[in-house]
Nanobody, 122 residues
Framework: VQLVESGGGSVQAGGSLTLSCAAS????????MGWFRQAPGQEREWVAS????????SYSDSVKGRFTLSQGKAKRTLYLQMNTLKPEDTAMYYC????????????????WGHGAQVTVSP
Protein backbone atom coordinates (compact mmCIF):
# COMPACT_ATOMS: atom_id res chain seq x y z
CA VAL A 1 0.00 0.00 0.00
CA GLN A 2 1.27 3.46 -0.88
CA LEU A 3 -0.05 6.62 0.72
CA VAL A 4 0.35 10.04 -0.86
CA GLU A 5 -0.56 13.23 0.94
CA SER A 6 -1.40 16.58 -0.60
CA GLY A 7 -2.73 19.94 0.48
CA GLY A 8 -0.21 21.22 2.98
CA GLY A 9 0.87 24.84 3.04
CA SER A 10 1.24 28.00 5.06
CA VAL A 11 -1.57 30.03 6.60
CA GLN A 12 -2.07 32.63 9.26
CA ALA A 13 -3.61 31.73 12.58
CA GLY A 14 -7.35 31.32 12.25
CA GLY A 15 -7.07 30.11 8.68
CA SER A 16 -7.99 26.79 7.14
CA LEU A 17 -6.33 24.04 5.15
CA THR A 18 -7.44 20.68 3.84
CA LEU A 19 -5.14 17.69 3.65
CA SER A 20 -5.83 14.74 1.40
CA CYS A 21 -4.42 11.24 1.41
CA ALA A 22 -4.79 8.73 -1.40
CA ALA A 23 -4.09 5.03 -0.96
CA SER A 24 -3.06 2.75 -3.80
CA UNK A 25 -2.39 -0.97 -3.91
CA UNK A 26 -4.27 -3.85 -2.36
CA UNK A 27 -6.10 -3.02 0.87
CA UNK A 28 -7.85 -5.35 3.26
CA UNK A 29 -11.54 -4.98 4.05
CA UNK A 30 -10.53 -3.83 7.52
CA UNK A 31 -8.09 -1.21 6.24
CA UNK A 32 -8.40 2.19 7.89
CA MET A 33 -6.47 5.43 7.65
CA GLY A 34 -5.66 8.25 9.98
CA TRP A 35 -3.45 11.29 10.47
CA PHE A 36 -0.50 11.84 12.74
CA ARG A 37 1.70 14.91 13.04
CA GLN A 38 5.20 15.68 14.19
CA ALA A 39 6.51 19.09 15.15
CA PRO A 40 10.25 19.80 15.16
CA GLY A 41 11.90 18.25 18.19
CA GLN A 42 8.73 16.48 19.28
CA GLU A 43 7.40 12.96 19.02
CA ARG A 44 4.92 11.98 16.37
CA GLU A 45 1.39 12.22 17.74
CA TRP A 46 -1.99 10.97 16.65
CA VAL A 47 -4.41 13.56 15.27
CA ALA A 48 -7.46 11.72 13.94
CA SER A 49 -8.57 8.43 12.45
CA UNK A 50 -11.62 6.46 11.43
CA UNK A 51 -12.63 3.25 13.15
CA UNK A 52 -13.26 0.21 10.98
CA UNK A 53 -15.80 -1.03 13.52
CA UNK A 54 -18.30 1.80 13.17
CA UNK A 55 -16.83 4.13 10.55
CA UNK A 56 -16.85 7.01 13.00
CA UNK A 57 -13.95 9.46 13.26
CA SER A 58 -12.04 10.09 16.45
CA TYR A 59 -9.93 13.13 17.25
CA SER A 60 -7.22 14.06 19.68
CA ASP A 61 -8.27 16.61 22.27
CA SER A 62 -5.95 19.19 20.74
CA VAL A 63 -7.88 19.29 17.45
CA LYS A 64 -11.39 18.25 18.46
CA GLY A 65 -13.94 20.79 17.31
CA ARG A 66 -11.56 22.35 14.78
CA PHE A 67 -10.58 19.47 12.50
CA THR A 68 -12.96 17.26 10.54
CA LEU A 69 -12.09 13.89 9.09
CA SER A 70 -13.90 12.40 6.11
CA GLN A 71 -13.43 9.41 3.89
CA GLY A 72 -13.86 8.93 0.19
CA LYS A 73 -15.06 5.98 -1.80
CA ALA A 74 -13.81 2.49 -1.03
CA LYS A 75 -11.78 3.82 1.88
CA ARG A 76 -9.01 4.87 -0.49
CA THR A 77 -9.08 8.58 0.20
CA LEU A 78 -9.02 10.47 3.45
CA TYR A 79 -9.49 14.17 4.00
CA LEU A 80 -8.64 16.32 6.98
CA GLN A 81 -10.36 19.69 7.02
CA MET A 82 -8.47 21.92 9.43
CA ASN A 83 -10.18 25.09 10.62
CA THR A 84 -9.23 27.75 13.13
CA LEU A 85 -5.61 26.77 12.81
CA LYS A 86 -3.20 27.74 15.57
CA PRO A 87 0.58 28.19 15.51
CA GLU A 88 0.84 25.05 17.64
CA ASP A 89 -0.69 23.09 14.77
CA THR A 90 2.52 23.67 12.80
CA ALA A 91 3.96 20.25 12.00
CA MET A 92 4.58 17.68 9.34
CA TYR A 93 1.34 15.78 8.90
CA TYR A 94 1.56 12.10 8.02
CA CYS A 95 -1.12 9.91 6.57
CA UNK A 96 -1.17 6.50 8.24
CA UNK A 97 -2.67 3.23 7.08
CA UNK A 98 -3.56 0.29 9.30
CA UNK A 99 -4.63 -3.13 8.13
CA UNK A 100 -6.84 -3.46 11.19
CA UNK A 101 -7.89 -1.48 14.23
CA UNK A 102 -8.48 2.18 14.86
CA UNK A 103 -5.12 3.44 13.61
CA UNK A 104 -4.60 5.73 16.56
CA UNK A 105 -1.30 4.42 17.94
CA UNK A 106 2.00 4.21 16.12
CA UNK A 107 2.58 0.46 16.71
CA UNK A 108 -0.65 -0.26 14.78
CA UNK A 109 0.45 1.67 11.70
CA UNK A 110 1.46 -0.53 8.78
CA UNK A 111 1.99 2.20 6.17
CA TRP A 112 3.11 5.83 6.24
CA GLY A 113 2.95 8.61 3.70
CA HIS A 114 5.90 10.93 3.18
CA GLY A 115 4.22 13.82 4.94
CA ALA A 116 2.72 17.22 4.19
CA GLN A 117 4.02 20.35 5.89
CA VAL A 118 1.54 22.64 7.60
CA THR A 119 2.84 25.96 8.87
CA VAL A 120 0.66 28.36 10.84
CA SER A 121 2.00 31.84 11.52
CA PRO A 122 0.77 34.01 14.42
Amino acid sequence: VQLVESGGGSVQAGGSLTLSCAASGYIYRTFVMGWFRQAPGQEREWVASISDADGQPSYSDSVKGRFTLSQGKAKRTLYLQMNTLKPEDTAMYYCAGCDIGVCSVIPDVNYWGHGAQVTVSP
